[in-house]
């Protein structure tokens, strides 16, 4: 009986170690970073283009995709998208947030 004690134990595994595997196995670590990058986008762009885009998921290429209201706005961030992805890769550079680049897409609805 003594030793069954001992193999239990020996396999029991902390719960903070599951957390990580949990969110992992169900989505929601992807889930978090999206919500993560949502509350830093206002800072990146600014409040006013916040209100029209926002990131939205990770694609198959673990590019950062940025859902935007309209097409002429996908246009502007476009043209700005260096300089998006520098602040992006700036205010994230101490998580465990990582994407190869970032690409816009048209929403409007």
Request: aromatic fraction near 8%.
């Amino acid at each position: 009986m003594e030793s069954g004690r001992k193999n239990r134990k020996g396999v029991l595994t902390k719960i903070g170690d599951l957390i990580p595997v949990v969110r992992e196995n169900l989505g929601l670590e992807k889930s978090f970073k999206i919500t993560a990058l949502k509350e830093l986008w206002p800072l990146i762009t600014n409040f006013e283009i916040a209100k029209y885009s926002q990131p939205a998921y990770f694609d198959n290429e673990k590019n950062l995709v940025i859902a935007v209201k309209s097409g002429a706005l996908a246009t502007e961030l476009s043209m700005q998208k260096i300089s998006i992805l520098e602040r992006l890769k700036e205010a994230i550079k101490n998580t465990d947030i990582d994407f190869k680049d970032i690409r816009f897409i048209n929403r409007s609805t």
